[in-house]
């Protein structure tokens, strides 16, 4: 079953069950987070945040990423040449990313798993789904690139 992402009242009771102070910028941060529909880079999480509370500094934003990754609030992917995007921690996918258009798609992690024991039994490797992206060309780049050779053969 699929495990929903947290929102900012769990990242809230995390933050306190660690006996870390939960701040403004923490809070305003897991709010972000909670909102975005997809992935976001540490820019686009600052300039959300600055929206907000005009003080905080790239800095203050970085920090409290790094904190909630070392309590499993957060997780992070690495998206083709880009840098490195963030969500709340939650069900385990996979991502694609084209290298023509930088589309990115999230698919089921269970896409993995024959791959995934193979990996395990024969290299004894232990596979992150989620960490790195795959890349690949989408479905609409390939039928640009068929539609590009066929028009050159003419
Ligand atoms: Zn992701
Ligand atoms: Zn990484
Ligand atoms: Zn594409």
Redesign the pocket.
Known sequence: MATPRADEDTVVSVIRGAAKRVTVAKRTVAEVLASAPGHLTTDEITLAVQERLPDVSPSTVYRILEEFEELNIVVHAHLGQHAAVYHLAGAVHGHLT??????TFEIPADHFDALSKKLLTTYGFRLDRHHVALSG??????A?RHATIATRSK
């Open positions: 084209c290298e023509d258009c930088h589309a060309a989408c479905a609409t780049c390939q640009v």
